[in-house]
């Protein structure tokens, strides 16, 4: 299985400021039609999970613009621009290239 | 509106088991392949199943392949997961998912609430 290495693990930040998360993966996530399948999702306290970013740098609907994902082959980023308390929660990066597909083991942001 | 219903799970002894379902709505069932997965209390995220749009297609992670099959109803919109000699390392919250993209690669887009599975003597 590819193994995804999230870092950090705990992320306190000052409300306001900027945060970032590194992904890494085991494996290059390039598929074979070209694509990178590395995709991002928030777990606020209590919910169900949510889908962020998919294919590295597509933000989904409804997502504030001051998330953004970037990184190319097997590093990848999360960066949140101005964290907002309503970003408090665990990230998780998952990998949709290789099956069984795999998620990080989840970074998590609280606000410092 | 998107809404997935999970339902089925509770407590179960080692070795038996528990069948998942997740009602499905808002949405068009039939054209979206679909996935379970699991989180163990104070845990991190787990992939177990993907299910193709026509059901022809299936995957399973490794350690449930044998032991679980996902399965489903495009005309009642409906997703199942049979889960069978079941360990205590099954132990989990179980989200149905709707998957994205090609065999749900960009992921999943819509998430049910969860339905918690423990098993234990």
């Known amino acids: 299985d590819v193994v995804m290495t999230q870092s950090p693990l705990s992320l306190p930040v000052t409300l306001g400021q900027p945060a970032s998360i590194s992904c890494r993966s085991g494996?290059?996530?390039?598929?074979?039609?070209?694509?990178?399948?590395l995709n991002w999702f928030q777990q606020r306290p209590g919910l169900s999970p949510r889908r962020l970013i998919y294919?590295?740098?597509n933000r989904d609907s409804g997502v504030p613009d001051r998330f953004s994902g970037s990184g190319s082959g097997t590093d990848f980023t999360l960066k949140i621009s101005r964290v907002e308390a309503e970003d408090v929660g665990v990230y998780y990066c998952?990998?949709?290239?290789?099956?069984?597909?795999?998620f990080g083991q989840g970074t998590k942001l609280e606000i410092k | 509106e998107v809404q997935l219903v999970d339902s089925g799970g509770g407590l179960v002894q080692p070795g038996g088991s528990l069948r998942l379902s997740c009602a499905a709505s808002?949405?068009?069932?039939?054209?979206?392949?679909m996935d379970w997965v699991r989180q163990a209390p104070g845990k991190g995220l787990e992939w177990v199943s993907y299910?193709?749009?026509?059901?022809?297609?299936?995957y399973y992670t490794d350690s449930v392949k044998g032991r679980f099959t996902i399965s489903r109803d495009n005309a009642q919109n409906s997703l199942y997961l049979q889960m069978n000699s079941l360990r205590d390392e099954d132990t989990a919250v179980y989200y149905c998912?709707?998957?994205?993209?090609?065999?749900?690669?960009?992921?999943?887009?819509?998430w049910g609430q969860g339905t918690p599975v423990t098993v234990s003597s």
């Open positions: 299910i193709s749009y026509s059901g022809s297609v299936t």
């Open positions: 494996q290059s996530l390039v598929y074979s039609d070209g694509n990178t399948y």
């Open positions: 998952m990998q949709g290239t290789h099956w069984p597909y795999t």
């Open positions: 998912a709707r998957g994205n993209g090609s065999y749900s690669r960009d992921g999943v887009d819509y």
């Open positions: 294919k590295v740098s």
């Open positions: 808002g949405f068009t069932f039939s054209n979206y392949g």
